[in-house]
Nanobody, 116 residues
């Protein structure tokens, strides 16, 4: 059973936009804060955005003002709207529960490449 499935990545020019989607199993999504993470080449996975079950959001400093995270409780979906993309945003993006105790196995992620 697939617990997390990310989609929506692609190749985009600097300054462009993408919207990522994550379909999560209910057991992971319901009642839990969800996050988008990314792993850039040669770097560790990092948390870039979070959304609590009641809709409060948080962002890493380098994406604040450019990325918007949201969730739909009716469909167990998590989204990441990314604007003003930079080459430094190039990474594989993953979603998962924020709390390690409730985190599922990582999905395959979705590749975002920002390049001219």
């Amino acid at each position: 059973q697939v617990q997390l499935a990310e989609s929506g990545g692609g190749l985009v020019q600097p300054g462009g936009s993408l919207t990522l989607s994550c379909a999560a199993a209910g057991s992971i999504f319901r009642g839990n804060a969800m996050g988008w993470f990314r792993r850039a080449p040669g770097k560790q996975r990092e948390l870039v955005a979070t959304v609590t079950s009641d809709g409060r959001t948080g962002y890493a400093d380098d994406v604040k003002g450019r990325f918007t995270i949201s969730r739909n409780s009716a469909t167990n979906m998590v989204y990441l709207q990314m604007n003003s993309l930079k080459p430094a945003d190039t990474a594989v993006y993953y979603c998962n529960a924020v709390d390690i105790a409730t985190r599922a196995s990582w999905g395959q992620g979705t590749q975002v490449t920002v390049s001219s």
